[in-house]
């Protein structure tokens, strides 16, 4: 009589087990997969993302500067803001972002636009001496500068939204060891040529 009872919870066990792994198997699947698309988004947007940062540092640095007012300064700098909104739309059109990194990107493309409308307003009273066009154009100035930094943070709040290992190399953002790898190699390859050079040289020296 225990045989059949016995045989009757391992049976009920199996089943209990199967089912379970039924559950897990696709919610494992659909883990993977949403790590396999971040993975995916992150090596689309991180690069442009981290180029487009530095300009963003450069574009608040700029105009903290004395010379910003200056008509040519803020011309140039109007054109390099629509720049950025150029180098911006791969990253906000990049497909399989979550809803919240998309949603951050558009607030970069808001701030951005907004940003560069003041710029070319600042411009358009660079001429102008009288008192009020001055207090406007500083004030525009300052709007813009206010800009170009609330949409470093809409940028590097997009950024956290993707896996760290994805961001990173080898702990390093991908435009830091853009430029230090940059800089080696071009060092590397001055002192290649200047040993060739010198190489060069002591032949032309042994056949005169």
């Known amino acids: ?53 530095s300009r963003l540092e450069g574009g608040v640095e700029r105009l903290g500067e004395s010379e910003s007012l200056s008509k040519d300064r803020l011309t140039r700098q109007a054109k390099s803001c629509n720049m950025e909104l150029q180098m911006l739309a791969p990253i906000v059109e990049v497909r399989d972002a979550s809803l919240k990194f998309t949603n951050e990107t558009f607030l970069v493309r808001h701030l951005l636009t907004f940003t560069v409308e003041a710029l070319v307003e600042a411009a358009d009273l660079a001429d102008a001496s009288d008192a009020e066009s001055i207090r406007k154009r500083e004030k525009l100035v300052r709007d813009a500068r206010r800009g170009y930094q609330a949409a470093l943070l809409s940028l ?53």
């Not at 896996?163 to 830091?176: A, N």
């Not at 940059?182 to 190489?199: G, Y």
């Open 1 to 53: 009589m225990e045989d059949p009872i016995v045989a009757a919870t391992w049976g009920l066990v199996v089943v209990t087990a199967l089912l379970v792994v039924a559950t897990i198997v696709p919610f494992v699947g659909e883990l993977l997969k949403r790590r396999s698309e971040r993975a995916v988004v992150a090596s689309r947007a991180v690069p442009d993302m981290n180029i487009l940062r």
């Open 156 to 208: 590097d709040a997009a950024e956290s939204l993707l896996p760290k290992s994805q961001r990173l190399i080898d702990g390093e953002r991908f435009w830091d060891r853009f430029a230090r790898v940059s800089d080696e190699r071009e060092n590397a390859a001055a002192e290649i040529l200047l040993q060739d050079e010198k190489v060069t040289r002591t032949g032309r020296r042994a056949s005169s």
